[in-house]
């Protein structure tokens, strides 16, 4: 575990080295990110060199030559002034053409340029799946690791963490790995993909969804966190631990939306018990939007169960400004509370907050009924 650790310390290092080095490198897809079969380029602003792929391609295993390429598929690469073209003929040889003129592939003439083709293409991320099974299968995960740095951008070195958690690592491993993910990618977009494909793909385990919650909480962006939380409650069925580890994302995540849809996400797919209460009231005293604090708690009245739970939900009233709010909270929890004069003495001292005269007189009213 710590030597990982190690590993994956220098290999952050090393890929803000990368970074700095592969800024001129531009990757553009003109499909799905999520769609194999899609057509992507890679551009060098220094105008050394550009690659565009079309379709799937497969490497040969020692990375010196294309094998295979998708039906329709194709590669064009150029580079200080010859053009590369790769393609297959009906049989399925793959056929070399530079400067518009077939050539064999063994022509050691061009051996230079077909070298640079497969080792951009590498790069960028294609074959990644196979790659990765082959550099596990002779070094393990510290060779998949070291492979990262040599890569141009987060899109390619995600396929490789992502090949590389599918694969029979161990479960020390797995933890390790995904915690690292938001410093071994930029990207939130990417980021967020792994997790999903992880959830989607692995087998459920509670170790995965511990560990990826725990990495959440490091995406930047609060849409990414959104996503990933939201397709993770989907899924599972969450322990305390990880509840409390959800309601800590939420809190922790700026906008009052994405506050409320994981919390309303939280409530449609997952047991709520009083603990949960007990936080979700810090969380509803930290937002802004009355209309969202609103909605939380709403939805709170309806998995409450217990006196106790009511008793800690009434008081929340008096943290929204706004006198509609109060009254529709207050209306709904006359209509749900169970019988009890505390909680009917509870409701009284709530309305007391209300300076609309109008709505102060319409809720009185209800309370003194129940």
């Given at each position: 575990?710590?030597?990982?650790?190690?590993?994956?310390?220098?290999?952050?290092?090393?890929?803000?080295?990368?970074?700095?080095?592969?800024?001129?490198?531009?990757?553009?897809?003109?499909?799905?990110?999520?769609?194999?079969?899609?057509?992507?380029?890679?551009?060098?602003?220094?105008?050394?060199?550009?690659?565009?792929?079309?379709?799937?391609?497969?490497?040969?295993?020692?990375?010196?030559?294309?094998?295979?390429?998708?039906?329709?598929?194709?590669?064009?690469?150029?580079?200080?002034?010859?053009?590369?073209?790769?393609?297959?003929?009906?049989?399925?040889?793959?056929?070399?053409?530079?400067?518009?003129?077939?050539?064999?592939?063994?022509?050691?003439?061009?051996?230079?340029?077909?070298?640079?083709?497969?080792?951009?293409?590498?790069?960028?991320?294609?074959?990644?799946?196979?790659?990765?099974?082959?550099?596990?299968?002779?070094?393990?995960?510290?060779?998949?690791?070291?492979?990262?740095?040599?890569?141009?951008?987060?899109?390619?070195?995600?396929?490789?963490?992502?090949?590389?958690?599918?694969?029979?690592?161990?479960?020390?491993?797995?933890?390790?790995?995904?915690?690292?993910?938001?410093?071994?990618?930029?990207?939130?977009?990417?980021?967020?993909?792994?997790?999903?494909?992880?959830?989607?793909?692995?087998?459920?385990?509670?170790?995965?969804?511990?560990?990826?919650?725990?990495?959440?909480?490091?995406?930047?962006?609060?849409?990414?966190?959104?996503?990933?939380?939201?397709?993770?409650?989907?899924?599972?069925?969450?322990?305390?631990?990880?509840?409390?580890?959800?309601?800590?994302?939420?809190?922790?995540?700026?906008?009052?939306?994405?506050?409320?849809?994981?919390?309303?996400?939280?409530l449609k797919t997952q047991t709520i018990e009083s603990p949960d209460f007990q936080e979700t009231m810090s969380l509803v005293q930290s937002m802004k939007s009355d209309y969202y604090k609103t909605e939380i708690l709403s939805g709170l009245m309806k998995k409450a169960e217990k006196e106790s739970d009511w008793k800690l939900l009434i008081p929340q009233v008096s943290h929204i400004a706004?006198?509609?709010?109060?009254?529709?909270?207050?209306?709904?929890?006359?209509?749900?509370?169970?019988?009890?004069?505390?909680?009917?003495?509870?409701?009284?001292?709530?309305?007391?907050?209300?300076?609309?005269?109008?709505?102060?007189?319409?809720?009185?009213?209800?309370?003194?009924?129940?």
């Open positions: 575990m710590k030597k990982l650790t190690l590993i994956i310390f220098l290999c952050t290092g090393l890929l803000s080295w990368a970074d700095a080095q592969e800024k001129n490198i531009v990757q553009k897809n003109t499909k799905e990110q999520a769609n194999e079969d899609k057509n992507w380029q890679l551009i060098n602003n220094n105008k050394e060199w550009k690659l565009r792929v079309r379709g799937q391609v497969q490497l040969s295993s020692d990375d010196k030559a294309i094998t295979s390429l998708s039906r329709g598929g194709a590669i064009h690469f150029s580079q200080r002034g010859e053009k590369l073209e790769v393609s297959e003929d009906k049989s399925g040889k793959v056929l070399y053409k530079i400067n518009g003129r077939i050539i064999d592939e063994n022509n050691t003439t061009y051996q230079s340029l077909i070298s640079s083709c497969v080792s951009t293409l590498i790069k960028g991320g294609v074959d990644a799946e196979r790659r990765t099974a082959r550099l596990y299968t002779a070094g393990g995960t510290q060779a998949v690791l070291q492979e990262l740095g040599s890569l141009h951008n987060d899109f390619a070195r995600s396929r490789y963490i992502n090949a590389l958690l599918l694969l029979p690592i161990s479960s020390s491993e797995s933890v390790t790995l995904i915690k690292q993910v938001p410093q071994l990618l930029e990207s939130d977009y990417y980021q967020s993909e792994i997790f999903s494909d992880l959830l989607t793909k692995s087998e459920q385990q509670d170790y995965l969804y511990t560990a990826i919650l725990s990495a959440t909480e490091d995406i930047k962006s609060d849409y990414y966190r959104y996503t990933t939380v939201s397709k993770l409650l989907n899924v599972q069925s969450l322990n305390q631990e990880q509840k409390a580890a959800v309601l800590h994302i939420v809190r922790h995540t700026s906008s009052d939306y994405y506050q409320a849809e994981l919390f309303k996400q939280l706004s006198d509609y709010y109060q009254a529709e909270l207050l209306q709904q929890m006359t209509k749900r509370i169970p019988a009890s004069e505390t909680l009917k003495q509870q409701l009284q001292e709530a309305a007391k907050n209300i300076k609309s005269d109008f709505y102060y007189g319409k809720i009185t009213r209800q309370i003194s009924a129940i």
